[in-house]
């Protein structure tokens, strides 16, 4: 008898994905992820129990890996861009591949690949990778073309993202006072009134030590 007890717990938390034991090829990836590419268990987990994801982001990540070395990024990026890429893979991937086959989605590895550097490489923000991807959803095209096409490239140039803090430290009087008076949580305000300003573009850690400066 008790034996059979704990089989409806288990039954219970396997509804969760968590308790099933791994098999021996999905537990080898489960510890490449975790240990290698510093992917937390949770994503790891979702990639390494799931052949379809895997298998996809195992090339995008070997295409990602590619154009690190032909631009010699180093070493330094690779957790970034594991951890990166994974996020990608294991939310916005995986929500298309509930729907449909590999072979039917109409982007690729290698451009999740792109999509993925260009967001460490500072060219776009992560909020606009997403944009970007849903565009990639519907058509196919190269994240590169529908960044350029639709001007989306971020706005890390401090002559262009000054300006913008300026008008807003100007228009909200009362939140410059609070914040000075200590209210420090309205840094977050101020910095997401210029984001908004510009369309999500402006780059936030940019946006931040501005912001932060000038309220000073």
Known sequence: ATESTPKPQAKKVQIDGEVVAMSEAEQTLFEKYTNELGLNSEIANTLARDEQLSSFYEEAYDRLHKMWFVSRMGDNKKEFSSITLANIVSNEVARELKQMQADEL??????????????DDGTISNKIAKQVFEEMVKSGENPSAIVEAKGLVQISDPAKILPIIDEIIAKNPDN???????????????????????????????????VAQKLK
């Not at 109409?106 to 967001?119: G, N, P, R, T, Y």
């Not at 309205?186 to 997401?192: H, S």
């Not at 210029?194 to 573009?201: D, I, P, Q, R």
């Open 176 to 210: 410059v006072a609070k914040f000075k008076a200590g209210n420090s949580k309205l840094l977050g305000f101020f910095v997401g009134q210029v984001l908004k300003t510009t369309g999500g573009k402006a780059n936030p850690q940019v946006v931040n030590e501005l």
């Open 106 to 119: 109409k982007f690729s590895a290698k451009q999740i690949a792109e999509l993925v550097k260009m967001v």
